[in-house]
Structures are given as structure tokens and as C-alpha cells.
């Protein structure tokens, strides 16, 4: 058997050499991975619930056996055709060779061995999302009814957790093979407004399930009142979060997909590169201008203390975590910056970066800004050679990657990485195919 990824379908076929495995059961296997994909999204969507149900039952070490899925995912979608016709998946040969290089790297300038592995961890999720997307793609109508489920899930958490006050897991505390760890983080923003996190871990968690998913149920939902629902509710959700990065960016996407209905040239290419320029463009200014030096806190309302906090503290001092010397080009390396250092050498310099381009930055260096931007160049491949759904749907998630990561570093969220890989999934599908034409 043969599987191959042509950007539009999974196609399979006998080889002519290798063994012969029915079209039916490699089907089977495919939607069995899907569903797999399907459990451990679910599992992020209800993570705070899920956590609490462990530690309640003595077993909250198992939350990690999830992380099998993505890893056996990767061997059996990476053994299939190397079996059947000794030929390697690039999609996941070409990724999972960029982090060993990094990681290789990241042991010589003296990363702690375990940051490395937390770093492998983190970035295995976009591999694991550019194998699955071939499976995705062919099942869109699911994949995109899916969506909807969890939208309806989280939003609901949400609301539950405004109107019931707070729920049994907030803050609850436990220790794991890790050290402690809450079900979810109990916390609150200027004048005591608490950040609600309903089902999921985190009040930004949710509100990252809910701009992704809630676009994907825009695509989904075509009526003008199903629509005005939606929006109504995800808004509504996202403003009780406090995430004030996604009340920025959620109507922006929602206005472009609105406007792309009727205006069908409207590819979004240069809305996603004026975002991703942004997200890369505004922290530079402000570390090599040294604006945040300027600025005091007072001059910020309490509701905005967390952009003045980016400005003068998290994102300059990103930037010493680079090495010195030529080094810094290839940066800090994987488990340089984030939660990782808490797990390594490096906790009392921990830096959760809170931009998405400072965290591919300091973890990769230049070619991390490759990485990062080459998503946004695919925008008009995307839109030649995939159907309105794909493309509308490459573009919302584009416009939440980019846009709420202004202000937050996602990549570390599971959910959000394995979304952005589905995208990098769709965007190397497509310059293959424009290759072979």
C-alpha cells in the first residue's frame, strides 16, 4: 500500500512490490487515528474536569498517557509506506529532523537534558498535525462538525463557570511525577475579575478553543442567525476569559470571513502578513527602542497592567536568553524559554516570552522566523489549490495564530500547535503539488 498526501486527498493504492492491503481496512485505519485525534482534543477541551477526576481517583499521573496518542500516531503514519514501499513521508521525516538538529544543538549550548525533552514535547504536536492533516482533509465535514461540538462545550464550561461561581477544579492542587500542578489556574485580573476557565485548564486555554473552534462553526453554519448565534456566544465566552488578545483578533476573523462570502478575491494572504509582521514587528520595536523603560505602570489602566508588563519586563528580557556570539543565530534552543525552564537550569530566568514570534525566535533562532512566517507565504497556494472551506478555515486559524499571538505564546497549548500543524500540513501539501505541476 501507498499513501500518499496530493494536498486534496489521501489516496491509496496497491503497490506492486510490496504487499497488498485492502483499500477498506487502511480506511478503517485512518479513521481510527482520527478518532484517537478526536479523544485527545476532547481531552484539552474538558482538561480542567479531567485533571480533578484523576486526582480524585489517586491516579493524576495518567493525564499523560494522552501523549501517547500524537507519538504512536507519528511511527504508524511514518512506518506505513516506508513497510509498503520503502519510501519515507517527508511531512514527517523533514520536521522530526529539524528538532533533532535542534535538540542536538540545544545539548551543546547547555540546555538541561529534561528542558529538551519538555521542548520536544511541546513542538511534537505540529509533526504530529502536518501527518494528520491527509486524514483531516478527507473527512472535512466532520472534522469541521467536530469543531462545532467543542465550541458548544467550552462555551457552555465558560458560562457555567460565571453563573455557578467557581467550579470544584479551580486551583485545585496535586502532585504528579512532575512536582505539584492545579487542575486549573486560579486567578484574577485588575479589581479582583476573575479569569474563567470553565472546562478547560486555563481561562486563556479557553478562549484559544473558542476563537479556533468558533470560526471552524462559522465555516460549518452558513445561516445568517445560526452565524449571529455563534458569534454571539463565542464573543460573549471570550469576554468572560478577560483574554483580551482574542476580543481583538476573534471579530477581525469573523469580519474577514463574513466579507470573503461576498468578495470571494478576498484571499486574506495580505490581512494574515500584515498580523504576522505585527506579531514579529511590534516586540522588536519595542526591546530595541528600550520603550518599556519609558513607560510606568501607572500610565496603564489595571485592565491593560498585563501589556505594560510584556512591554517593560517579558519581552526585552526574552532576549537575554540568547547566547552571546554567533550562536544567537541558531538561539537559545528547545526548552530555552517557557515552561520548560522551570524543568531545567534555567527556573529563576523563566520567561513565558508571551509573543509567538520571541518563542520561535529564542527557541530557533533565525530559522525559526523561517518556521514561523512560511505559513503566511502559503496563503495564496492554499487559496489555488483547495476547495473555499479548506482555504476559508487556513486563514481564521492564521488570523488566531498570528493575531492572539501578539500576545500570547500558544505554541506551548497542545490544541493550538496541533491546529497550526494541520495548517503547515496543508501548506506543504500544496507546494509539493505546485512542484510536480
Known amino acids: 500500500m501507498n499513501a500518499r498526501a496530493d494536498g486534496l486527498a489521501f489516496e491509496l493504492r496497491?503497490?506492486?512490490?510490496?504487499?497488498?492491503?485492502?483499500?477498506?481496512?487502511?480506511?478503517?485505519?485512518?479513521?481510527?487515528?482520527?478518532?484517537?485525534?478526536?479523544?485527545?482534543?476532547?481531552?484539552?477541551?474538558?482538561?480542567?474536569?479531567?485533571?480533578?477526576?484523576?486526582?480524585?481517583?489517586?491516579?493524576?499521573?495518567?493525564i499523560y498517557l494522552r501523549d501517547a496518542i500524537p507519538v504512536v500516531t507519528l511511527v504508524v503514519l511514518f512506518l506505513r509506506p516506508l513497510l509498503a514501499e520503502g519510501k519515507v513521508d517527508l511531512t514527517i521525516a523533514v520536521p522530526a529532523a529539524i528538532l533533532a538538529f535542534h535538540a542536538a544543538y540545544s545539548a551543546v549550548v547547555g540546555v538541561a537534558f529534561f528542558a529538551i525533552a519538555f521542548g520536544l514535547k511541546i513542538f511534537m504536536f505540529i509533526p504530529y498535525g502536518m501527518a494528520m492533516w491527509p486524514l483531516v482533509r478527507q473527512r472535512l465535514d466532520a472534522a469541521l462538525t467536530v469543531a462545532c461540538v467543542m465550541f458548544v462545550a467550552t462555551a457552555a464550561g465558560v458560562f457555567a463557570n460565571f453563573f455557578f461561581g467557581r467550579l470544584p477544579w479551580e486551583g485545585l492542587e496535586y502532585e504528579t511525577a512532575f512536582g505539584t500542578v492545579s487542575t486549573t489556574r486560579l486567578w484574577w485580573m485588575g479589581d479582583l475579575v476573575p479569569r474563567l476557565p470553565g472546562f478547560a485548564r486555563t481561562s486563556f486555554n479557553a478562549a484559544m478553543i473558542l476563537g479556533i473552534t468558533g470560526l471552524l462553526a462559522l465555516i460549518r453554519f452558513r445561516q445568517p442567525m445560526a452565524r449571529l448565534a455563534i458569534v454571539a456566544a463565542a464573543f460573549s465566552a471570550i469576554i468572560l476569559t478577560t483574554s483580551k488578545g482574542m476580543m481583538l483578533v476573534f471579530p477581525l476573523a469573523v469580519l474577514w470571513l463574513l466579507l470573503e462570502d461576498y468578495s470571494p478575491w478576498?484571499?486574506?494572504?495580505?490581512?494574515?502578513?500584515?498580523?504576522?509582521?505585527?506579531?514579529?514587528?511590534?516586540?522588536?520595536?519595542?526591546?530595541?527602542?528600550?520603550?518599556?523603560?519609558?513607560?510606568?505602570?501607572?500610565?496603564?489602566?489595571?485592565?491593560?497592567?498585563?501589556?505594560?508588563?510584556?512591554?517593560?519586563?517579558?519581552?526585552?528580557?526574552?532576549?537575554?536568553?540568547?547566547p552571546e556570539g554567533p550562536h544567537a543565530l541558531l538561539g537559545a534552543g528547545l526548552g530555552s524559554i517557557g515552561t520548560p525552564q522551570m524543568f531545567g537550569d534555567a527556573a529563576h530566568r523563566a520567561n513565558a516570552a508571551d509573543n509567538f514570534s520571541i518563542f520561535m525566535m529564542i527557541s530557533f533562532g533565525l530559522p525559526g522566523l523561517c518556521y514561523y512566517v512560511a505559513p503566511a507565504l502559503s496563503v495564496?497556494?492554499?487559496?489555488?489549490?483547495?476547495?473555499?472551506?479548506?482555504?476559508?478555515?487556513?486563514?481564521?486559524?492564521?488570523?488566531?495564530?498570528?493575531?492572539?499571538?501578539?500576545?500570547?505564546?500558544?505554541?506551548?497549548?497542545?490544541?493550538f500547535s496541533i491546529c497550526f500543524g494541520l495548517c503547515c500540513g496543508a501548506a506543504a501539501a500544496a507546494w509539493v503539488r505546485e512542484a510536480q505541476t
Open 380 to 415: 495564496r497556494r492554499i487559496a489555488a489549490s483547495q476547495p473555499a472551506p479548506v482555504h476559508r478555515a487556513y486563514v481564521a486559524l492564521l488570523l488566531i495564530a498570528y493575531g492572539y499571538g501578539m500576545s500570547i505564546n500558544m505554541v506551548e497549548e497542545s490544541f
Open 266 to 322: 478576498m484571499k486574506g494572504s495580505g490581512l494574515v502578513m500584515t498580523l504576522c509582521a505585527a506579531t514579529l514587528g511590534l516586540p522588536l520595536v519595542i526591546v530595541y527602542l528600550d520603550l518599556g523603560s519609558a513607560l510606568r505602570a501607572s500610565s496603564f489602566p489595571d485592565v491593560l497592567l498585563s501589556v505594560w508588563d510584556r512591554f517593560s519586563d517579558m519581552w526585552p528580557h526574552a532576549f537575554d536568553l540568547l
Open 14 to 62: 496497491p503497490s506492486r512490490d510490496g504487499p497488498r492491503v485492502p483499500v477498506s481496512a487502511a480506511r478503517a485505519g485512518d479513521s481510527l487515528l482520527c478518532a484517537l485525534l478526536g479523544i485527545y482534543l476532547a481531552s484539552l477541551v474538558f482538561e480542567g474536569l479531567l485533571r480533578y477526576a484523576l486526582a480524585a481517583s489517586g491516579l493524576p499521573n495518567a
